[in-house]
């Protein structure tokens, strides 16, 4: 069974902090690792996506991947109120086409 | 550019009642195709996907159905809806391995 394991939160966080949201996942073989973010009511928008070990950095966020301990973060710097919503790691696991699992998702409010 | 389109947005819809959800892809050729199902307080399932015109592969046994009749268009289907079938429907797409792009959404309710 593929699992992808996320804590559901809700995690609070002050205005201009850093939010720190984690992800595991259970099958070593896995590749490619991304972010969504779903706002209540709404569809998951892709934030990011790593492949590799280390770091990617893009504006606020970066990810982090560390496949030894499978293992995945997403950092979100200088945290806004509109970074408030429900944040989604999802792991391929497609041999071929992509076959994204999804973790149930981490309830994320930036208090002002 | 690339758009996504689903519908409808929000559907009622009576145990036993059949059900057609299209989604299209337009902008793009050869999508990969993808229909999932997120349930209240709940993870998004995986429920059908495709490759191509005519070949879709199931992930959960269920009462729902999957079509592809064109490149970029994609169904989904039930001859006698349940109410466990109740929630978020959602489409995606992918050309690559970056990720999919998901459409807006069809909210069921079965009653």
């Known amino acids: 069974q593929k699992e992808v394991e996320q804590n559901s939160g809700p995690l609070s966080v002050p205005e201009g902090a850093i939010a720190s949201l984690n992800c595991t996942y259970s099958d070593r073989g896995s590749q490619s690792f991304f972010w969504y973010r779903q706002y209540s009511g709404k569809s998951p928008e892709l934030i990011m996506f790593?492949?590799?070990?280390g770091d990617k950095e893009d504006g606020r966020f970066t990810a982090q991947l560390n496949k030894a301990s499978q293992y995945v973060s997403l950092l979100i710097r200088d945290s806004q109120p509109s970074d408030s919503a429900t944040y989604l790691c999802a792991v391929n696991y497609g041999q071929g086409a992509q076959k994204l699992v999804f973790g149930q998702g981490t309830r994320l409010t930036i208090n002002p | 550019s690339q758009t996504i389109h689903q519908w409808p947005a929000t559907l009622v819809q009576p145990v036993g009642s059949p059900l057609s959800l299209e989604c299209t892809v337009e902008?793009?050729?050869?999508?990969?195709l993808y229909w999932y199902r997120q349930a209240a307080g709940r993870g998004l399932q995986l429920l059908f996907y495709?490759?191509?015109?005519?070949?879709i592969s199931s992930e959960v046994p269920q009462n729902l159905s999957a079509s592809r009749p064109q490149d970029r268009q994609f169904i989904l289907s039930s001859k006698k809806l349940l109410l466990s079938d109740s929630g978020f429907y959602l489409c995606a797409w992918s050309v690559n391995s970056y990720g999919y792009t998901f459409g807006s959404g069809t909210r069921l309710t079965v009653v």
């Open positions: 495709s490759v191509g015109i005519g070949q």
């Open positions: 902008g793009t050729s050869n999508p990969n």
């Open positions: 790593i492949y590799s070990n």
